[in-house]
């Protein structure tokens, strides 16, 4: 059968990054590794990431990258600061 | 917000409450405000008008829950309702059509390229907050309020008004956009992949 030949052979080397090229196993795989990065994970997915994924390179790889962009975004992208008038304003406005 | 009956606050209540649950938040507000308008008037501006109405409906409000997640819900609604509708920007931005755009072939084809961590670990904060900004709002959006504020996804699911389903299948779409976005910053960098 086509089906078989086409895409399983690859899964232990290369994982797509998006859902729709994955397999099943894939998927949960790339799910428990977002919830994992975003601490959402359950006890049971935490301890299916540190035996299953934590080691495994191209898993590995991608969590790596995720982590270091979501760390990123945490440190780099607060950087607006806020008026100095805009607290007298609201609280002006307020007593109104 | 809406099933909640609601209380009954005195003037100095609703005061302290203002004062030491509301206004601590306004850094992490301004900051989302500008991201969501790029410009400072009109972040001023519904920063302002937010926490108006948070006082104007503070009754509606529990003490001891998250003021930070109803803040931002009740700013992202402003944005959405009153903001939108004022600025210059065209129609309102259906979530529906965006999001069953990006599902479409064509962009899961690009999205499946590599990014490798030295690149982005050369990068400067100027890089990942442009590609943040490039984003469509929606998904902008959901990697401000993850991310950046670090709000749980039940939270995020409040703040939104989406089920939390939603919310992981958007926040994993906005990610890969925005490593792609990344992918062509390192491609210019000379990063090969």
Known sequence: M???????QEKSNHI?????????????????????LDDEASPEQR?????????????????SVDKLIKEMVRNKCNCHPVPEDLVD???SKLSD | MAEYKGKSYSKKQ???IFDNEFLPHINSMYNFAYRLTFDEDDAKDLVQDTYLKAFRFIESFEQGTNAKAWLFRILKNSFINDFRKKSKEPAKVDYQEVET?????????????????????????????????????DFRTVII????EGFKYDEMAKILDIPIGTVRSR????????????????SKMGYKN
Do not use: W
């Open chain 1, 2 to 8: 086509d089906a078989a030949s086409n895409g399983n």
């Open chain 1, 16 to 36: 797509p990054k998006d859902m729709k090229g994955a397999t099943e196993e894939q998927k949960t795989c790339l799910e428990i590794l977002n919830l994992v």
């Open chain 1, 47 to 63: 301890e299916y990431f540190k035996k299953h994924l934590q080691n495994c390179m191209p898993y590995y790889e991608i969590f």
């Open chain 1, 89 to 91: 304003s609201i609280k």
């Open chain 2, 14 to 16: 609703k005061e302290a």
């Open chain 2, 101 to 137: 755009y990006y599902n479409s072939d064509d962009i899961d084809q690009a999205i499946t390229t590599d990014l490798r961590i030295e690149a982005v670990q050369d990068m400067i904060g100027d890089e990942i907050s442009n590609a943040l900004n490039s984003l469509d709002v």
């Open chain 2, 145 to 148: 309020l993850c991310d950046l």
């Open chain 2, 171 to 186: 926040l994993h779409r906005a990610r890969n956009l925005l490593k792609e976005k990344l992918r062509s910053y390192a």
